[in-house]
């Protein structure tokens, strides 16, 4: 993927459930690209076709692409493209190295994965729109704690 994209990649970081050890999830590995423009999207769809991936509009996702590879179900990686050091990228970040470093975060995490796969397993869209006061009020520890520990670092 490195490789296809070139230097228009700035950074690369493993996100999602598998970048936490020992949180239950899925074997789709999720990762983030940072680049410097997001408007250049042609030249990245096309750079990943080439390899294998399949870009998936996401209107909901404004300020990130989203592209997969593998079978429809069956898939084995999540390719999210988004403008480095970017919002999307900082709460991303965010959120992995906080539930990394709070293990009673991470098990509240897994077990509400839990609860709405269960209960929304035919709407992936509702599960989504459900998880996202939890990973909102995660990101939101993670930025207080980090404003605390960059004060005290003085």
């Known amino acids: ?10 950074g690369i970081e493993h996100i999602g459930s598998t970048s936490i050890k020992g949180l239950d999830a899925k074997p789709i590995i999720d990762i983030l690209v940072g680049v410097q423009k997001l408007d250049e999207m042609t030249d990245y769809v096309d750079a990943l076709t080439l390899i294998d991936y399949e ?3 996401k209107p909901e996702f404004a300020d990130r692409k989203f592209f ?5 179900g069956q898939g084995t990686c999540h390719l999210h493209i988004c403008e480095f050091n970017s919002g999307e990228w900082i709460e991303k970040i965010l959120f992995r190295d906080y539930l990394r470093t709070h293990p009673q975060a991470a098990n509240e995490y897994a077990l509400l994965k839990k609860q ?5 397993q035919n709407d992936r869209s509702i599960y989504t729109k459900e998880m996202e006061p939890f990973i909102r009020m995660i990101i939101d520890r993670a930025k207080i704690e980090r404003m605390v520990k960059n004060d005290c670092s003085y």
Do not use: D, S
């Open 1 to 10: 993927m490195q490789e296809a994209l070139g230097e228009r990649v700035i």
């Open 55 to 57: 870009y998936v509009p």
């Open 68 to 72: 997969r590879k593998g079978l429809w």
């Open 116 to 120: 709405l796969a269960t209960k929304y």
